[in-house]
């Protein structure tokens, strides 16, 4: 393993620390460790999704309306 240094304004190595002291991780490196998987793991669901719609879009058949998904999308946020 390789070890990094970095600095952190007072209010986030507060809110890590908390993080640690509450026992929802191990030490300050776990805690960055989970972040960091976190990250990866939502850049590879991000791309994932940008190839599906690319590849739904380029799709000959398609009932798709931007306008209807628009309206749906909306309605399921609220």
Do not use: C, H, W
Not at 33 to 40: A, F, G, P, V, W
């Amino acid at each position: 393993m390789v070890t990094m240094s970095f600095s952190l304004p007072d209010k986030m190595k507060a809110f890590v620390e908390e993080s640690v002291a509450e026992g929802n991780f191990s030490d300050v490196s776990d805690f960055l460790r989970d972040l960091i998987r976190e990250k990866q793991e939502q850049k590879s669901y991000s791309a994932y999704l940008r190839t599906s719609i690319e590849a739904g879009l380029k799709s000959p058949v398609s009932d798709f309306s931007r306008a209807d998904s628009l309206q749906k999308m909306r309605a399921a946020a609220k």
